[in-house]
């Protein structure tokens, strides 16, 4: 797909710019490549909970909750987005503490008067399922991406400096360039003597008596 | 050739890609001996930089050997094939009024889609290499060929007998982080801080000393870095540990530093202690906000009355919340650009041949090209203390 893109992307080059010919070893893995899917399934069915609410409620058999199912489908879009971003861990633990909430919401309709309490049965196993399936993920990407566990290297011999400090500090002092002065040092420019000050003084017109 | 190639969103690949041609009589070829991965090559591995396609070449902090000039390259008379050259991030035609004012990151000519550039920032600004198509859609240098536009103006020429190491940051963000501090206006005496202490940080953080700072101030979270900070004799704070605004006081006897610098730009770090930056990544993530703008926010809250805002880092749309009333009533300068690279480079050759200053002290990872996908997500995770990645090609 990615290789048919960039030969796509291909008309926007002059003739002697570098084309792709074979596709290698990427920097994205499997667990980012993962969480993405899991974005798209929570945009997909955040949409789906937000525009058809009834059709849910009437499989689940309890008519009357669709601001509820819309409010979740609200919650499972901006879980979509954060999958979707860079910060896509926290969009798969976003998504483990949704289908808590689902399964909270699941289990208060499984009831005996409930005449759809077969599809809730069927709804909570799913849901469960799939928390399962987004808690393996989340904790995939976290230990992709987090700081290992090794000790931080400590680069405080690494000055920059060949000859010391010393010999370098100041060494282009004076050297700003005039179009790169911002303000006379306030000091200098104005000293409080209680007259005006020299820095403006050449700002004021003589005029002849 | 081999490079690395931007697929999409943190999908960077090590590609067979057709080598870089002659295009234009200007052009010249070289073969790469060294490249980087630049720190705002993660906003593009992180797709914030519109206008990236599938299929582009990343890298704009390259050097090498010239291979092949093209025809008024060569009549120009300062380059010949075989010569060793650092290429700059900026292309640069060297003829436009641009160019003859020293400001070379805007250039007016370099640009080969400038119609594109000019609907987005009113006017076009320089073509970069492996920058976008906003910026022309030239190829990077993170390959083992890279063809150069303008190769008789882009170019720095370097002597034989000094390494890579040592040279290649003429590139980027040596005299990135020199322009920081120069645009500051760093005079002796003065209190610096310097947000971020990445790679340019360091840089800016050591062009300060050279400038006469008195006092540089550096900031960050990360353990490894403020160590190298330090290690350059920079007062360093941990805002994760404890409060900038409470240490610049105490630090500048509730004067505040005169000179602030933005060495981070719009991927600040996100952290529990200062709501703010929680806030404009919900933004950014429901696309009501390009930027996030808190160390635009702590600079203008803490710099000094009179002081200077130098903003280094990368910025690459609109930020919300942003402070003008504070930075109009304190009466604040703002300066801000792209280096203009080739104004300051042959100065800091020079500096680094007298040993005033050695740029590969920031090189935390040296690996070969084709662990260019492994390293930009090592980079990007921060992981292994990593702080800058050079790359050679085999």
């Not at chain 1, 002092?173 to 200098?188: C, F, I, L």
């Not at chain 2, 010249?28 to 980087?36: D, E, N, R």
């Not at chain 2, 080739?342 to 002290?361: A, K, V, Y």
């Amino acid at each position: 797909m990615s290789f048919m893109l960039s030969q796509l992307s291909n008309i926007t080059r002059s003739p002697g710019d570098p084309k792709v010919v074979e596709t290698g070893p990427s920097s994205l893995k499997p667990a980012d490549s993962f969480g993405r899917a899991l974005g798209w399934f929570s945009m997909g069915l955040g949409l789906t909970e937000l525009l058809a609410p009834k059709m849910l409620t009437r499989w689940l058999g309890v008519e009357g909750k669709e601001g509820l199912v819309r409010a979740y489908g609200a919650r499972e879009i901006a879980s979509g987005v954060m999958c979707l971003s860079v910060n896509n861990d926290l969009g798969a633990w976003s998504r483990v503490a949704g289908d808590m909430l689902d399964l909270a919401s699941l289990g208060a309709a499984y009831r005996d008067d409930n005449p759809k309490k077969g599809n809730v049965g069927i709804a909570i196993a799913a849901v469960t399922g799939i928390a399962i399936v987004d808690a393996i993920a989340a904790q995939s990407i976290r230990s992709l991406h987090k700081r290992k566990g090794e000790s931080v290297r400590d680069y405080s011999d690494r000055t920059g400096f060949p000859k010391g400090i010393g010999y370098s500090r100041g060494k282009a002092s004076g050297r700003v360039p005039h179009d790169m002065r911002a303000t006379p040092s306030s000091a200098a420019a104005s000293p409080a003597t209680g007259e005006t000050s020299p820095a403006s003084a050449d700002l004021i017109l003589e005029v002849p008596a | 050739m081999r490079a690395l190639v931007w697929h999409g969103k943190e999908d960077i690949r090590y590609d067979t890609v057709t080598d870089p041609q002659i295009e234009e009589p200007r052009d010249a070829v070289i073969k790469v001996t060294s490249c980087a991965i630049c720190g705002s090559d993660l906003h593009l591995y992180h797709n914030f930089i519109p206008a990236m396609l599938p299929g582009d070449v990343m890298g704009h902090e390259t050097m090498g050997e010239i291979v092949e000039l093209g025809p008024e390259a060569k009549a120009r008379g300062d380059l010949s094939v075989g010569d060793r050259v650092v290429i700059p991030f900026t292309i640069i035609c060297g003829e436009c009024d641009q160019c003859k004012r020293g400001n070379f990151s805007v250039c007016q000519r370099s640009n080969r889609k400038k119609d594109l550039a000019e609907k987005v920032f009113g006017h076009s600004t320089a073509g970069l290499f492996g920058y976008s198509h906003l910026t022309g859609g030239y190829a990077g240098g993170q390959a083992e060929y890279l063809r150069v536009p303008f190769a008789d103006a882009t170019h720095i020429k370097v002597p034989d007998g000094i390494p890579d190491e040592k040279l290649l940051f003429l590139s980027d963000i040596l005299p990135t982080g020199w322009h920081a501090a120069m645009q500051a206006d760093i005079q002796p005496g003065d209190i610096v801080a310097v947000w971020g202490c990445g790679p340019v940080g360091q840089m800016t953080i050591r062009s300060a000393i050279l400038l006469g700072a008195e006092q540089v101030i550096a900031i960050d979270f990360l353990p490894e870095r403020l160590s190298m900070a330090e290690a350059a004799g920079a007062t360093i704070i941990n805002f994760e540990q404890e409060s900038v605004t409470e240490r610049l006081t105490e630090l500048t006897d509730g004067e505040g530093p005169h000179k602030c610098i933005d060495a981070v730009g719009f991927e600040n770090h996100i952290c529990l202690g200062q709501p703010d930056t929680i806030l404009d990544r919900f933004k950014q993530m429901t696309l009501t906000e390009n930027d996030r703008g808190h160390v635009l926010r702590e600079m203008i809250y803490n710099c000094r009355p009179a002081g200077v805002i130098s903003i280094i880092g990368v910025y690459s749309g609109m930020v919300d919340k942003f402070p003008i009333g504070i930075a109009m009533n304190k009466g604040l300068t703002f300066r801000m650009a792209q280096a203009h690279v080739n104004r300051w480079t042959d100065d800091l050759l020079h500096r680094i041949e007298d040993g005033q200053i050695d740029p590969s002290f920031v090189i935390t990872h040296k690996e070969p090209l084709s662990a260019g996908p492994e390293m930009y997500r090592t980079f990007r995770d921060k992981q292994d203390s990593c702080i800058k990645v050079m790359l050679q090609p085999a």
